[in-house]
């Protein structure tokens, strides 16, 4: 099958949702790989998952291998998961170590990224590499910044400052302190969908009470606002999403500290486009990111926060665990109904799919954000 996403009709979108063959066509999804993943600003995990200076977390993000390591200056670094000897992959699991050591031919690295060592690399001669032969074949970096708590990277090198990418929802979370988010838990999912999947059912409010018929009652949703931030970020908005809603825990948590009284019961979550899904509520964060491995398959990683510090105390040790297993058991029931998905929304019946007014704006606009991007290829 052979796509041309120029030829993909907007006004049609705009009622049916982007064609079911976009969803299903390992080119298509090459282009994405080459183009969205590669030039945009993709969040690849949490900060707080690197605790400790030389933990590595290795990640696939559409055709790139990566790592994030934390440095000895605690700063938190990417790199191509890949040797600059023979591109072998360097780190396939999470760990904890002082040097990095590819398992082909031993050349090391520095937690900086740059070449430590490369055994017997002049043969049968007793020289090693001096300095300035090491200066040229460390890790290749990958542009990276964090913010709140989430690791962006833009692999090209040339997108816009992440400020500007990011300035919009900037001022929507003013008055929410991001420094205060704690990490409660961090969980790994895969899914046999395709990445957009699980974008439009992040950003959709609509199934919410029927999937979720435990978390939420059907009158919680009715107030639900469409947010267009930029060509970049859209998302949704309760204005009393929070206390509309039954609390998670049995006891309450305290929310972000000095939140502004209008926020105290609302909750918003953004899509940030491609693959971060943020979810802001008064007492706590999620954070899903997602990472497209091919057409039909991604991974991601569920990540709560604890909105204030005092959540980490032991007396709410209960609730925190309430609460992550409460927003846990809620992203099983997605990615169940996901996989599903997957089959009926690559049909051609998909084509004639109705979306909503009331309900499916933000999903339209994620569509035509998607088709922008992959014509400006
Ligand atoms: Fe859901």
Redesign the pocket.
């Known amino acids: 099958m052979k796509i041309d996403v120029t030829h993909i009709d907007s006004e049609d979108t705009q009622i049916h949702g982007l064609p079911s063959a976009v969803f299903k066509d390992s080119e298509i999804f090459q282009q994405e790989s080459e183009t969205i993943l590669r030039k945009g600003w993709v969040s690849i995990a949490s900060a707080q998952q690197l605790k400790n200076v030389g933990d590595i977390l290795p990640v696939r993000m559409g055709d790139a291998s990566l790592i994030a390591i934390r440095s000895e200056d605690q700063k938190i670094s990417v790199f191509h998961n890949v040797c600059r000897h023979k591109a072998a992959p360097i780190i396939d699991k999470p760990c904890r170590v002082r040097t990095l050591s590819c398992p082909y031919h031993r050349w090391a690295y520095k937690l900086d990224g740059s070449l430590r060592s490369a055994p017997k690399f002049f043969g049968n001669s007793d020289r090693e590499l001096t300095e300035e032969e090491k200066s040229d074949k460390g890790l290749i970096e990958v542009r990276s910044v964090v913010w709140w708590d989430t690791i962006f990277v833009n692999i090209s090198g040339d997108a816009e400052p992440f400020e500007d990418f990011i300035k919009p929802l900037d001022q929507i979370l003013e008055g929410y302190d991001s420094n205060d988010l704690h990490r409660i838990s961090s969980t790994e999912y895969e899914s046999k969908s395709n990445w957009k999947l699980a974008v439009d059912?992040?950003l959709?409010g609509y199934?919410?009470p029927f999937?979720?018929s435990q978390a939420v009652r059907l009158n919680s949703v009715m107030n639900q606002e469409d947010l267009f931030l930029s060509d970049n970020i859209i998302g949704l908005k309760l204005p009393s999403g929070a206390s509309d809603k039954p609390a998670k825990t049995d006891k309450p948590l305290p929310t972000f500290k000095h939140l502004n009284k209008d926020n105290i019961g609302t909750q918003q979550w953004f899509g940030i486009f491609p693959n971060t899904l943020l979810f802001v509520d008064p007492v706590w964060v999620q954070l899903i990111i997602v990472r497209p491995e091919a057409y039909d398959f991604y991974t991601e990683t569920l990540t709560i926060y604890a909105a204030n510090p005092d959540t980490m105390s032991p007396e709410y040790d209960k609730q925190r665990e309430t609460l992550s297993n409460v927003l846990n058991h809620?992203n099983e029931?997605?990615i169940e109904?996901l996989d599903k998905l997957q089959i009926t929304r690559t049909s051609p019946e998909a084509d004639k799919g109705i979306l909503v007014q009331a309900w499916d704006q933000v999903n339209v606009k994620f569509h035509q954000i998607w088709l922008e991007k992959m014509k400006q290829q």
């Open positions: 059912n992040f959709d199934h919410v999937v979720h809620v029931q997605d109904l």
